[in-house]
């Protein structure tokens, strides 16, 4: 035989063997399959009694490989599968195939469970339930994704209505600021989740780790939803069945988690803590920026009573200590903040129409800030800012179907008190920042208490009507008494519509209005107010078509509308956002606008899994802008054009995913020059009439598991913004003279995060 037939013959019957040992699983030990399963980065939880060492393969799987055929052969004994973690599945019994299998001598009839149907517009989920045809992420998606800081929210802006400066992990939703987003975990409405806020709130106290699922909405929220103008942000965390570990630590943090059972099953236990690594990178830089520190905590505990009665505690800490430098020292900000949330949920099913869910809360948040800025002939001056924050909240929740009808109701009072004490000196020499600057002296002393309540009651409906029709109306009822504003209840009317074309094409409709109280924690005291605003609204309008394609493809089309009303005086910094203290800024203006509108058209296109590739496309056009006066006056972060493309490829041990990210440029302000004297000065009514460069960036991330003796090793190495494009932010004036005594301003224009690359290892047990 020639050398070359030989290698074909040799080839040919190799394959044939292996696919004779693939094909030839009937009368295996499952156990041994599952441990063979570990070749394509899958670890199952399990233990000798659920999976006996003589569980057997009765009849040959469909399925040949990966998830699907663990799922398969698990099936046929009455076992399935429940996710851990990313990639981790313990395996539990099946109680609806155990009672298929069984069946009782005398069950009572029960209504079949119908699939859940989303009437609202403007909704995603990122969750780990795959079959959900909502979905826009898996969570196995989520954590392939790639994001700095392996922070989570970073998911959410790669939605449509999403606008980000690439540093804060929370942007605006649909031209709204970011406060008017309300972030909620396992029930409890979270008051600045963030480390190192008073610097662009980096990274979220959602470690990435954590959460199981998020159901983002862009607008159009429920009435359970309120106080918030813009979007909600409701996200669970993960509740391992089975006893579970990891470890990890990359280049922005070091962590750890543990989960367990106890009593028999009954009860469940969650412990992850997690500790920054900016401190240490900090001192490798070329220059001295400072130090931050931080770290945060999560403990959850759950039991089930009984069948019908389950009860919670959960607990969120952060600790954050900073240390930031500009200007070779002469700028030089120390912060310290602490996050302590608890909650106690019991849930009780009444009948399996009716339940009911009570929630009692404890929220306490300490804020401090001190700093100095010393330029020697151009000004001098010292901040001090203390501020305490307490919530404790009871929360009642309630579902009851009627058949017909299905009606959430529920109602929660918060009791609220806070502290603030805040100082100012500041001194401005004549010529600062500019040689016909007049200088100034700025003293400010703020230190109100306010305290009182925060109540709140809603109605919820949805009914079908016919085959097509399905609708959903509610009324939300709010009202403060800590603010002093005296400005009554606020009553936010709701509706959406529902009508299916066919089985693959859903057409909705949405219109509601949406309060938003100033926060107990937003008293803008840093820029000289001392009394809360009234509650300013937005009425929210919008129509969605959807379209499910063959083979995994699906089209949605949102067009939105919002118009704001009675909405608050907002500070802004026209040139440079990034300082250690904006209200000590020349450039600190105040935007008094009497009502917005903000307006758009979205577009996302959906690949599901297609054997190893997934993908999304997102387009927007959109535009927000501030009446002030008469005249209509762009956000400044206004973006008219925003396309997001994410590929996925997941074979065996490897993912790898790109994120290429584009949007038009924000407007910026250009300082006004005197024609005839050639003096500078800021003219609001030449605000944001200018317009940045436009910005795309090249994110990847790419992740190796593997199988050890014990659990999984997961590797991973990741570049933001890979080709290092400039995304302007910034912009410094320079005064320089002329040989014949006139003046020249040179424009600089910084940017934000260059291309940054990170790396880590988890193991997983």
């Not at 539990?92 to 209504?111: G, N």
């Not at 504003?485 to 009508?499: A, F, I, M, T």
């Not at 302007?728 to 004036?733: H, R, T």
Request: hydrophobic letters at 40%.
């Amino acid at each position: 035989m020639k050398p070359a037939l030989r290698h074909v013959a040799c080839l040919t019957t190799g394959l044939l063997i292996c696919h004779a040992a693939l094909a030839q699983l009937q009368g295996r030990s499952v156990g041994d399959v599952l441990n063979e399963l570990r070749a394509d980065g899958l670890i199952f939880i399990y233990n000798d009694q659920i999976v006996p060492a003589g569980l057997r393969i009765e009849t040959e799987p469909r399925a040949q490989r990966g998830l699907a055929l663990a799922q398969e052969i698990l099936a046929a004994h009455g076992l399935a599968l429940s996710e851990a973690a990313p990639r981790v599945y313990a395996v539990v019994r099946d109680s609806a195939a155990e009672s298929v299998r069984r069946p009782p001598a005398a069950a009572p009839s029960q209504p079949d469970k119908l699939e859940e149907i989303v009437v609202q517009t403007s909704r995603y989920t990122l969750a780990a339930d795959t079959t959900a045809p909502k979905n826009f992420l898996t969570q196995d998606e989520v954590q392939a994704m790639p994001r700095l800081a392996d922070e989570t929210l970073r998911a959410v802006q790669r939605l449509p209505g999403a606008a980000t400066n690439g540093v804060s992990s929370l942007g605006p939703i649909r031209g709204g600021e970011p406060n008017e987003t309300a972030i909620v975990l396992n029930g409890l409405r979270l008051y600045e989740p963030f480390h190192l806020k008073n610097f662009y709130s980096p990274i979220s106290l959602l470690d990435s780790r954590l959460i199981d699922s998020i159901e983002f909405y862009s607008g159009g929220f429920p009435a359970p939803y309120g106080d918030r103008m813009s979007a909600i942000i409701d996200a669970n965390s993960i509740r391992p069945g089975q006893r579970y570990y990891e470890a990890g630590v990359s280049l922005f943090h070091t962590s750890a988690l543990a989960a367990t059972n106890f009593a028999g099953d009954r009860g469940q236990a969650l412990l992850s803590i997690r500790r920054g690594n900016l401190g240490e990178l900090s001192q490798f830089a070329e220059e001295d920026f400072g130090k931050p520190d931080y770290a945060d905590g999560f403990a959850r505990a759950e039991y089930s009573l009984s069948d019908n009665t389950r009860i919670s505690f959960d607990a969120l800490a952060s600790g954050d200590q900073i240390v930031a430098k500009r200007d070779d020292g002469a700028q030089t900000a120390r912060a310290k903040y602490r996050n302590i949330y608890s909650w106690l949920t019991l849930d009780h099913d009444w009948s399996p129409a009716a339940s009911s869910r009570v929630i009692g809360s404890f929220t306490d948040l300490v804020n401090e800030r001190l700093g100095w800025v010393e330029q020697p002939g151009q000004r001098s001056g010292r901040v001090r800012d203390e501020r305490t924050f307490h919530i404790a909240g009871l929360r009642l929740e309630n579902t009851l179907d009627t058949g017909g009808i299905k009606h959430r109701f529920g109602a929660e009072v918060r009791h609220l008190w806070g502290d603030y004490d805040y100082e100012l000196d500041l001194t401005v020499f004549p010529g600062y920042p500019f040689p016909s600057s007049p200088g100034s002296v700025t003293t400010r002393r703020v230190s109100p208490a306010p305290q009182g309540y925060e109540n709140s009651a809603y109605w919820d409906m949805r009914s079908t009507l016919g085959q097509r029709w399905t609708v959903e109306a509610g009324m939300r009822v709010d009202v403060q008494t800590y603010d002093g504003s005296d400005d009554g209840e606020q009553w936010s009317p709701r509706v959406s519509l529902l009508y299916a074309l066919s089985p693959t094409t859903k057409l909705r409709a949405g219109w509601g209005r949406f309060f938003q109280s100033q926060g107990i924690n937003e008293l803008q005291v840093e820029d000289g107010v001392s009394q809360f605003y009234p509650a300013q609204h937005a009425d929210h309008a919008i129509m969605s078509l959807e379209h499910a394609f063959d083979r995994g493809f699906n089209v949605r089309v949102e067009a939105y509308r919002k118009y704001y009303r009675r909405i608050h005086p907002r500070f802004e910094n026209l040139f440079d956002p990034l300082v250690l203290f904006p209200e000590a800024e020349f450039d600190r203006v105040m935007v008094d606008a009497h009502s917005a509108r903000a307006e758009g058209v979205e577009v996302l296109m959906q690949m599901r899994p297609m054997g190893p590739w997934s993908g999304w496309l997102s387009y927007t056009w959109s535009q927000v802008t501030d009446r002030i006066g008469t005249t209509d006056v762009p956000r400044s972060w206004d973006q008219r054009h925003a396309i997001n493309l994410g590929v996925t490829w997941a074979s065996g041990p490897w993912t790898a995913t790109l994120v290429n990210s584009f949007h038009s440029g924000w407007p910026t302000t250009a300082l006004t020059i005197d024609p005839v004297t050639g003096t500078a000065n800021i003219d609001l009514a030449a605000r944001n009439r200018s317009r940045f460069a436009d910005f795309n960036s090249l994110d990847m991330r790419l992740t190796r598991t593997f199988i050890l003796p014990r659990g999984a090793l997961d590797v991973f190495v990741e570049v933001s913004n890979a080709f290092s494009r400039e995304n302007p932010c910034c912009v410094e004036y320079v005064a320089r003279r002329n040989a014949d005594g006139s003046l020249t301003y040179q424009r600089d224009v910084n940017s934000w995060l260059p291309l940054i690359p990170s790396l880590g290892v988890l193991w997983r047990y």
